[in-house]
């Protein structure tokens, strides 16, 4: 399977644009995901069949410790299939409050010499609303964990001032909590890619936020999204006040917005295009990890994220600190079996 992805389907499918093969992906993803003869045939070629690695995590059972990170599915098309892929849940999203164009295509650019992707997406989404009724008619798999991950809504039109923006978080939380649908939800305070900016990755902005959110009678686990190219004064800042408003955990973290880390910064785009994903995040999001458990100890469950690329760099992300993985570049440069090899990896490591 590794080899067919790699030496047939890979080369065909990166001669098309990314935006066209995402599409492609989720439209394909969806439609299998349908019926369940096609859901056991991608779980004959990728699923994760080996023993028990299930976790709980704040009280939730993933039925693997790795999740497809928020962005590639936004209006939770892919729910019925993921689970076929070794993945244990995926978070949806970003998600806004009204639906959202995102920005101006092309949404993605590959570097391929780079390992990553130029993300411009601009949390194009259909709105809560329609994820609400999407998720309500959509059946579940067991131990298939839905997160939702929150964001503000990208418009032009947006008011730019702090109080619309946390209005924005809170309509989404509220309605989605009220709904029962998702099983834990992420803030994601840091999307490089939005007209109104990162408003929230200020202590002071975030504590205008977090106070509001926890005002919201809410029984599920509620984590934030973290920046990754702020100084580790700012991170432990937001964490302290992550941890004043009883937040769970921390998702760390999102896009790298420095084109000058990456190894072949003439590949970039001469103007800033978006956030990249990918190897240029991998560093840094690992570094921040360990720097948290190291200050934070368990008190923050810990997403970790940026740059799986191999079941080497997912075990690395463990070792950092990190409870469960996410990721979504890695999936699409090494191909749909990755997952179902990270898992065979850790289930070596948890036999030891
Ligand atoms: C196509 C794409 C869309 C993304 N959109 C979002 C998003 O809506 N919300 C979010 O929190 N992160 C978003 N991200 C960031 C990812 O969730 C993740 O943090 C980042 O890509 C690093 O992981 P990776 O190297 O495994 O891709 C997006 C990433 C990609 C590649």
């Known amino acids: ?112 010499r780079n390992k990553c992707i130029v993300v411009y997406k601009g949390l194009r989404n259909d709105g809560v609303d329609a994820l609400i009724a999407k998720l309500r008619r959509t059946p579940r798999t067991k131990d298939f964990v839905l997160g939702i991950s929150i964001a503000r809504t990208n418009s032009e039109d947006a008011w730019c001032d702090i109080e619309s923006g946390v209005r924005d978080y809170v309509e989404s939380f509220k309605k989605l909590n009220e709904a029962g649908v998702g099983d834990y939800y992420t803030l994601n305070i840091s999307c490089p890619n939005a007209f109104t900016g990162e408003t929230f990755i200020t202590p002071e902005n975030l504590g205008r936020l977090l106070p509001r959110i926890r005002e919201v009678s809410c029984e599920k686990p509620v984590y934030l999204k973290m920046p990754i190219n702020v100084p580790w004064e700012q991170f432990a800042q937001l964490l302290d006040m992550a941890d004043k408003n009883a937040i769970q955990g921390v998702v760390i973290g999102n896009l790298n917005k420095e084109y000058g880390d990456l190894t072949y910064p003439e590949d970039a785009p001469h103007e800033y295009r978006g956030g990249l994903s990918g190897l240029p995040t991998a560093k840094l999001s690992n570094e921040l990890i360990k720097k948290t458990r190291e200050k934070y100890g368990t008190r923050f469950t810990i997403m970790g994220v940026g740059g ?45």
Request: with cysteine; proline share 6%.
């Open 1 to 112: 399977m590794d080899t067919l992805y790699r030496r047939l389907l890979k080369p065909l499918l990166f001669k098309l644009s990314p935006d066209r093969v995402h599409d492609l992906f989720t439209l394909i993803g969806e439609t299998a995901g349908r019926t369940g003869p096609m859901r056991w045939l991608f779980g004959r070629a990728y699923g994760y069949r080996g023993r028990d690695i299930s976790k709980t995590v704040d009280g939730i059972r993933y039925r693997t410790p790795i999740l497809l990170s928020a962005g590639f599915d936004p209006d939770g098309r892919l729910t019925r299939i993921l689970p076929a892929l070794s993945f244990g849940g995926e978070e949806i999203g970003s998600v806004t409050a009204f639906p959202c164009e995102g920005n101006p295509r092309p949404h993605l650019t590959r570097l391929i």
């Open 308 to 352: 799986i690329l191999t079941a080497e760099d997912a075990m690395e992300k463990f070792s950092a600190g990190a409870d469960l993985i996410q990721l979504i570049t890695g999936m699409i440069f090494t191909g749909p079996s990755l997952m179902n090899r990270i898992c065979q990896t850790y289930a070596k490591t948890q036999a030891t």
